[in-house]
Nanobody, 123 residues
Framework: QVQLVESGGGLVQAGGSLRLSCAASGRTFSSYAMGWFRQAPGKQRELVAGITSGGSTNYADSVKGRFTISRDNAKNTVYLQMDSLKPEDTAVYYC?????????????????WGQGTQVTVSS
C-alpha cells in the first residue's frame, strides 16, 4: 500500500512559479513510475508530467519547457516545478503512482492517488 500526500498548491499570478511536492509512504517508492495529473472543471484528468523509476521524464505538449518533474528516492518524494504559469494551468493537481517502470498517460493504469492540490493562476 502506498499513500501519497501532495502539497505546494496555491494562488499565483500569471508568469509566476509554484513547486508541488508529493510525499509517498512505503519502502518501494523507487520502483514506481510517478505521474502528475491535473483536472480542470468540466475537463478530463490529464497527465501533465511523468517520471519512470529510472528517472526518464515526459511531458504534455502544453507544459513542455515550463514544467519540470523530478524525484528524490531517498526522500520518497516527487516534485513538479511549474514556471511561467498561465491561467489555463488552473486545475486540481494530483500525484499518482503505478507499479512498473513505464509512464502511461491513462489515469486508469495508476494504482495510487493523492488527494489533490488546487493550483489557481490569475491573469
Amino acid at each position: 500500500q502506498v499513500q501519497l500526500v501532495e502539497s505546494g498548491g496555491g494562488l499565483v499570478q500569471a508568469g509566476g512559479s509554484l513547486r508541488l511536492s508529493c510525499a509517498a509512504s512505503g519502502r518501494t517508492f523507487s520502483s514506481y513510475a510517478m505521474g502528475w495529473f491535473r483536472q480542470a472543471p468540466g475537463k478530463q484528468r490529464e497527465l501533465v508530467a511523468g517520471i519512470t523509476s529510472g528517472g526518464s521524464t515526459n511531458y504534455a505538449d502544453s507544459v513542455k519547457g515550463r514544467f519540470t518533474i523530478s524525484r528524490d528516492n531517498a526522500k520518497n518524494t516527487v516534485y513538479l516545478q511549474m514556471d511561467s504559469l498561465k491561467p489555463e494551468d488552473t486545475a486540481v493537481y494530483y500525484c499518482a503512482a503505478r507499479r512498473g517502470t513505464v509512464v502511461i498517460t491513462t489515469p486508469l493504469f495508476y494504482d495510487y492517488w493523492g488527494q489533490g492540490t488546487q493550483v489557481t493562476v490569475s491573469s
